[in-house]
């Protein structure tokens, strides 16, 4: 999608391993967030951040972190993964107010 | 406890009819609600926005209502065309922090 991009796409991964999903935004738009979709449970708000170093927790929060350094890029670590975190995983920026979210393409975790 | 439901997880029509889906929320005071697109494998994409002293919104073949007294919003497309199968979702949003979706409902339009 236009002006933002998640890495990896896909990962595979061991339980009990760190992992890191990256968010990349060139729109230079204050709010970034993550969500997570899993079949039966729609988008799930992990984290989100209204600046840099300014981040705050969502509905499912547990077993996740987050970092905002830069404008631009907002990092969700798993410290520890586990078989409960495969999900796909989607960041998504915003102007703030009531302008509508962009969304990027997804990462698809997979946790063995 | 705080919900938002999209009444039905399917939806099937036929090609040229008028789809209408429906978003109902409990225990939420909402300024806007939001409606997204989301094709397999692709991330939501934002197609209207309602607030909440607006009863209407329409944007070339779609229409979204807004009634704050039954807390429901109605999302229209009309004329729908294969093209438009996807899943649509609801969001509204809570103060003080970031959207709150709906689980979507899978509209299906048969040719």
């Known amino acids: 999608d236009a002006g933002i991009t998640q890495s990896p796409r896909h990962k595979v991964t061991e339980t009990g391993t760190p992992v890191t999903l990256r968010c990349h935004q060139t729109e230079n738009h204050r709010y970034m967030y993550w969500y997570r979709q899993d079949p039966g449970h729609g988008l799930r708000l992990i984290h989100y951040?209204?600046?840099?170093?300014?981040?705050d927790k969502g509905e499912v929060s547990d077993g996740y972190s987050v970092s905002r350094s830069k404008t631009e890029d907002f990092l969700l670590t798993l410290e520890s993964a586990t078989s409960s975190q495969t999900s796909v995983y989607f960041c998504?920026?915003?102007?703030?107010?009531?302008?509508?979210?962009?969304f990027g393409s997804g990462t698809r975790l997979t946790v063995v | 406890s705080q919900k938002i439901e999209q009444n039905s997880e399917a939806l099937n029509i036929q090609e040229g009819k008028t789809a209408t889906l429906t978003c109902n929320y409990t225990?939420?005071?909402?300024?806007?609600l939001q409606w997204y697109r989301q094709d397999p494998g692709r991330g939501p994409v934002f197609l209207l926005l309602?607030?909440?002293?607006?009863k209407e919104k329409r944007k070339e073949r779609l229409k979204v209502t807004f009634d704050t007294t039954l807390k429901q919003s109605l999302f229209h497309i009309t004329a729908s065309q294969p093209a438009d199968s996807a899943t649509y979702l609801c969001?509204?949003?809570?103060?003080?922090?970031?959207?709150?979706f709906g689980k979507g409902t899978t509209l299906s339009v048969s040719s």
């Open positions: 225990n939420y005071s909402p300024a806007y």
């Open positions: 969001a509204l949003n809570q103060a003080g922090t970031a959207l709150i």
């Open positions: 309602i607030r909440e002293n607006e």
């Open positions: 951040s209204y600046g840099v170093k300014d981040t």
């Open positions: 998504a920026i915003s102007e703030g107010g009531d302008y509508g979210y962009t």
